[in-house]
């Protein structure tokens, strides 16, 4: 007898089959890499401490002086009053001058000229370091040298040299500062504006016409952004300690309060009249430290390498 074979329905065969699950919205989406530079900076408990503290530093730099009007260079109280005195809470210098009120502006001071010369150094290393990256050749030979130049020059020489010839102002002490202080950001962008450079979207644009403006400074530019960011958040804590310093040595603005015009001031009565050094020097301390944290959160977050660990 013959046997018949029957075969199994559509049915039954399309029900043997596994279904294959569809990809969801969620997981098919790709993150911005701004979003996901973002959320690593905030999982960052270093960053956020540091972005912290100086918040709370420019918020008393810049509302104290409304909430605590006074003379930072006006005698209040006996000179060489200690700390947590009715009449000075965080005592008084070898004049009488109240350290509080003077810790108050002097932050305005110190904070202001930190960022404006870090941004001018800033400035000037991007611009030059672009050039020479981008052009290359004798363009590059020759910016080169001039930051060779300035490299090997004693900055904080340099700068007193400056700053004695036109007079000790705010605007000389951050001009000074940032003239000298410029070189490391502007080898920076040339590292990264030769590496850019020969990449097929750059080379895209030269292409269809672009000019050299528009790809050095919206094409290269906001790609070689992100290392740069970490060098200019860094510079200010650099320039935060060089006017501190200059100001120690006298060459600061003698008619604003700065808290390294605190330390310069007082640091001959440092044994008998130690807050008058200790508290401004814990201001820069924390401040500086605080710049620092964040410009290594923001390297973590901003460099794909590090992000991926």
Known sequence: ????????????????????????????????????????????????????????????????????????FEIRTAPLTPPFSEDAWLGSDYLGRDVLTALIYGGRATLLVGAVAALLSVVIGITLGAFAGYYGGKVDAALMKLTEFFQVLPALLFAMVVVTLFSPTLVTVTLAIGIVSWTGTARLTRAEFMKYRGLEFVRAERAIGARDARIIWKVILPNALPPLVVSATLAIGAAILFEAGLSFLGLGDPNQMSWGLMIGSSRQYVLSCWWAVAFPGAAIFITVLAVSLIGDGLNDALNPKLRER
């Open 1 to 72: 007898m013959s046997k018949v074979i029957t075969m199994p329905s559509a049915t039954a065969a399309s029900s043997k089959v596994p279904k294959i699950p569809k990809a969801s919205a969620a997981a098919v989406r790709v993150e911005h890499p701004g979003t996901e530079a973002m959320r690593m900076f905030l999982r960052n408990p270093a960053a956020i401490a540091g972005m912290v503290m100086l918040v709370l530093m420019l918020a008393v730099a810049i509302a104290g002086p409304w909430l605590y009007p006074a003379d930072p």
